[in-house]
């Protein structure tokens, strides 16, 4: 090489900042006080483990978007263990977390604040009614704070005591990505299982059925969704879902949620199990990743209320995978809210 070419490179190497100058912006800024400079970062494997490495937080002074778990799983119909969900993807969370998407350019610490706010406590552990009570009682008193909250499970059944208060006020719209409708009636003497949470919020008038678009769905469980059908969902199958591509199907979410507030719920189990093989009911022939990230980047600029991410079950999830896929998703959902969040400010 030559000796100039050298030079060169040698003093490219003494830069600080980034070519990106909003993020070194961001980096020197107030607001990134809880986000740790590049060259003093502390070692991932260190410390407490929290949503996106957000840091733990007592309450909800200050914040606007709540992060939270439930580490709940009595709503399952055959594979259990997604009580531990919320404590696998927080320790996933240190290879999933920002500050920047590099896809959409959003820095949620640039346009909301946000913490791991811990767990939902569920006193009533064997007792199903009272435990759903539980949770929407809980989630009332993150909707009385003003603040968004983004959950991550616990089994699909808890979307439902969730939009009970999210929706208190105005029926919601739904962006579900899932292989199961999950708007199955009762099944063996309860309402409250986790195939059935979207019928329950729609007949407790918290969900408007008619902006409800359920995307992945699939196998043999079809039978269950009748409902879906019957009260005027958007129900996009697999199949379509590669009929249509990508594009059209962003449209479609558009479309159908239209401008009101809409909630996101993302299941793992949407994405084949080659990538989210820890759930409680894989189904084969599912979404990949990626598109999963396009999807949810697609819903930026609509009227976003909340979401969560749900179905992770740690036992069968021998690789972690699964829980860095729910992570990567939770941040992609956190980046898609704190910019719904600023445009409605
Ligand atoms: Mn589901």
Not at 141 to 168: E, Q
């Amino acid at each position: 090489m030559s000796a100039s070419k050298l030079e060169r490179l040698r003093a490219l190497a003494e830069k600080t900042d980034l070519n990106d100058q909003v993020l070194q912006d961001f980096l020197d800024g107030d607001a990134a006080s809880g986000v740790e400079k590049r060259d003093q970062v502390a070692a991932p494997y260190t410390g407490v483990s929290t949503f996106l490495s957000t840091g733990q937080r007592q309450g909800f002074e200050g914040l606007d978007i709540a992060l939270l778990g439930v580490p709940f799983d009595m709503g399952v119909t055959n594979r259990p263990g997604t009580r531990f969900g919320p404590g696998q993807v927080r320790q996933m969370s240190a290879m999933a977390n920002g500050p920047k998407n590099h896809a959409s350019g959003v820095i949620p610490g640039r346009l909301a604040r946000f913490a791991d706010c811990g767990d939902v406590p569920i006193a009533s552990r064997y007792n199903l009614d009272d435990a759903t009570r539980e949770i929407e009682d809980f989630y009332h008193t993150v909707i009385d704070a003003g603040v968004i909250p983004l959950s991550v499970g616990g089994d699909h059944s808890i979307s439902y005591p969730i939009l009970k208060a999210v929706g208190r006020d105005a029926a919601v719209g739904l962006i579900q990505i899932d292989a199961h409708a999950d708007t199955g009636g009762p099944f063996n003497g309860s309402r409250f299982h986790h195939g059935g949470p979207f019928r329950n919020a729609a007949l407790a008038g918290v969900l408007d059925p008619e902006r409800t678009i359920q995307i992945g769905i699939r196998g043999r469980a079809e039978p269950h969704w009748d409902f879906s059908y019957d009260s005027g969902m958007r129900v996009i199958h697999v199949e379509e879902f590669y009929e249509l591509g990508l594009e059209a199907v962003q449209e479609e979410i558009r479309r159908v949620v239209g401008d009101g507030p809409t909630y996101v719920s993302f299941d793992v189990d949407s994405i084949d199990p080659a990538f989210t093989p820890g759930t409680g009911t894989p189904e084969v022939g599912g979404l990949l990743p990626r598109e999963v990230q396009a999807l949810i980047r697609g819903v930026q600029g609509l009227n976003l209320v909340g979401g969560d991410v749900v179905e992770v079950s740690p036992p069968f999830d021998q690789s972690g995978n699964t829980a860095l896929v729910a992570a990567t998703m939770l941040w992609e959902i956190l980046c898609v809210l704190s910019d719904s969040f600023a445009r409605d400010r």
